[in-house]
């Protein structure tokens, strides 16, 4: 199993020969006072976010291609005229973390588990990605000289207030970052449209959304994904705590199988509660995935499927519903 981090980087090598030449846009919005986020256009609908103080900005991790985050860079530093004093790594992988380089002055704070992954994982997955595309060619990675695993850190930034914290699920590295003033919560990937938990634990992931839901905010900036507005927050807990809580009961349904595979395959995304267009697309490949991943986590390696198909004939079990 291809974990998120490789995963999304061989998914941006086959998006950038796609698209070879063409201008990369972003999505910018104001989401309070000082408070912006960014979204790429071109990949998984990825984020970032800033906070800008008077005299200096922190950037809440770095987006998938390099032209994306220098357009971000571009922004703060020649339209807002501040520089990046500080760069939030919410976790390792490669589409909120390779950015890193191109903020050669600022410290980069992040889970100490983020800053393991990116010299030994995330090494190795840049070295494959410059093989085959030079768009990568002046990326380098940057570990983080910053690192919290328990309790708050925090930043004041002008007249705000950031409270950095561990928010795991998606991953073990998953930190966020809440803007105390205006309730504005930068989760990284354990707020997606659609639960990703190969890289991560579903019971992590589960604390952690209920945690969100009881923070009273008025935004939350996801990982991937649009911007969820205070009279979205319930609904949306909600729906993603139904999403993990049907993943267990199709795995749970096809443990009881000897050969487990047709019970997750039939599983659709759809049936799961969520759509297959979410994340630019790649929501019903995050889900085979999703399911895969927590019957290994739950009950083993799937046992391989015999060759010889009068072997591979699964009795029906009469007590399947749930």
């Known amino acids: 199993m291809t974990p998120l981090n490789v995963y999304f980087s061989l998914q941006m090598v086959r998006f950038i020969e796609r698209i070879r030449g063409k201008k990369f846009m972003i999505q910018r919005e104001r989401v309070a006072d000082n408070v912006y986020s960014f979204q790429s256009e071109a990949y998984a609908q990825v984020t970032a976010g800033a906070i800008i103080g008077p005299n200096w900005a922190v950037l809440i991790d770095t987006l998938a291609m390099p032209e994306e985050t220098l357009s971000i860079r571009d922004f703060l530093e020649q339209e807002l ?32 588990m983020c800053r393991d992954l990116l010299d030994t994982k995330g090494r190795a997955n840049l070295e494959e990605a410059r093989k085959n595309n030079l768009s990568f060619r002046n990326v380098k990675i940057i570990l983080p000289q910053m690192t919290f695993n328990e309790g708050e850190l925090n930043l004041r930034v002008g007249k ?13 590295d998953n930190v966020a970052v809440l803007v105390e003033e205006d309730r504005v919560l930068f989760a990284g990937d354990s707020a997606m449209p659609l639960p990703y938990i190969v890289d991560g634990n579903i019971d992590d992931l589960t604390a952690s959304l209920k945690k969100i839901g009881r923070m009273g905010l008025e935004n939350i900036v996801q ?13 949306y807990i909600k729906e993603n705590l139904g999403y993990l809580s049907n993943l267990r009961k199709v795995v749970r349904k096809a443990s009881r199988r000897k050969y487990p595979q047709d019970i997750l395959d039939d599983a659709t995304v759809e049936s799961c509660g969520k759509s297959r267009v979410l994340i630019g697309g790649l929501a019903a490949e995050l889900h085979r995935r999703n399911l895969r991943a927590l019957y290994r986590q739950l009950y083993g390696e799937l046992p391989p499927i015999p060759d010889d198909d009068d072997e591979y004939y699964d009795d029906e079990d009469e007590d399947d519903e749930e």
Not at 160 to 172: D, I
């Open 160 to 172: 705000k207030t950031l409270t950095l914290f561990p928010l795991p699920g998606h991953s073990s």
């Open 223 to 235: 990982g991937h994904g649009d911007i969820v507005l205070r009279g979205e927050i319930e609904n």
């Open 81 to 112: 005229n501040v520089p990046v004093r500080y760069v939030v790594n919410t976790h390792s992988h490669a589409d909120h973390a390779w950015g890193n380089c191109f903020f050669p002055g600022s410290t980069v704070i992040a889970h100490p």
